[in-house]
């Protein structure tokens, strides 16, 4: 079973528009908690990292939340931009673990 | 600075042929990361360096090695390539386990 489950699986929004990505894991416990950003064709990079004491992050129009109880985090994409378009991959950290947990991303295309 | 590149960005082998993918990094990173990624599956880990000297397999490390040349490099050896092995590889680095990983541009491998 994976430990990371993401959804939607892909969506697609209006440019200007506004939309959130969700993350449920079962990896417990866990160091921290960071999304990947991955366009077509490239490698993924980094968009915000939280620790299991963090509840929320931001980069630029990116703002990730946390809730450690739940085992659940979203990140939220506000006023999308077409550059905006690409798969946003959860990725957490286990305590002591080298192996990260990847989710399998969310698609978000972005339309004029 | 490259950050972490990889060569070659594509190849076409038949089955049987064998073929070693080479990345590099010039982050003075210690942690390097074989992975793959495929169509509706999350980033899948095949084998780690956690520091110079030291190799470890990962989730999917059948029909693969790898060896640490040196602080910087880092190469995965295709023995007897494999249909299966179809996929897109990326190297990835982090200057310790726990930390950020960078990921590097992707190797796009058809196995015929």
């Known amino acids: 079973k994976n430990q990371v489950e993401q959804s939607p699986q892909s969506l697609i929004i209006l440019e200007g528009k506004n939309c959130t990505l969700q993350?449920?894991?079962?990896?417990?416990?866990?160091?921290?908690l960071r999304w990947y950003k991955q366009d077509t064709g490239r490698g993924p990079v980094s968009l915000t990292i939280?620790?299991?004491?963090?509840n929320t992050k931001s980069n630029g129009r990116y703002t990730a939340t946390l809730d450690a109880d739940t085992k659940q985090s979203s990140l939220h994409i506000t006023a999308s931009q077409l550059s905006d378009s690409a798969s946003y991959i959860c990725?957490?950290?286990?305590?002591?673990?080298?192996?990260?947990?990847f989710g399998k991303g969310n698609q978000v295309v972005v339309i004029p | 600075n490259a950050g972490v590149t990889q060569t070659p960005k594509f190849q076409v082998l038949k089955t049987g042929q064998s073929m070693t993918l080479q990345c590099a990094q010039d982050m003075n990173h210690n942690s390097m990361y074989w992975y793959r990624q495929d169509p509706g599956m999350g980033l899948r880990l095949i084998y780690y360096s956690a520091s110079e000297g030291t190799t470890d397999k990962g989730e999917v490390p059948n029909g693969y090695n790898v060896s640490r040349l040196n602080k910087r490099e880092f190469s995965l050896r295709l023995e007897s390539a494999a249909p299966s092995q179809t996929s897109v590889y990326f190297c990835a680095t982090a200057s310790l386990p726990q930390e950020t990983q960078y990921f590097g541009p992707g190797t796009r491998l058809l196995v015929l």
């Open positions: 993350c449920n894991y079962t990896v417990s416990p866990f160091s921290n």
């Open positions: 990725v957490v950290t286990p305590y002591g673990n080298n192996r990260l947990a």
């Open positions: 939280m620790t299991f004491s963090e």
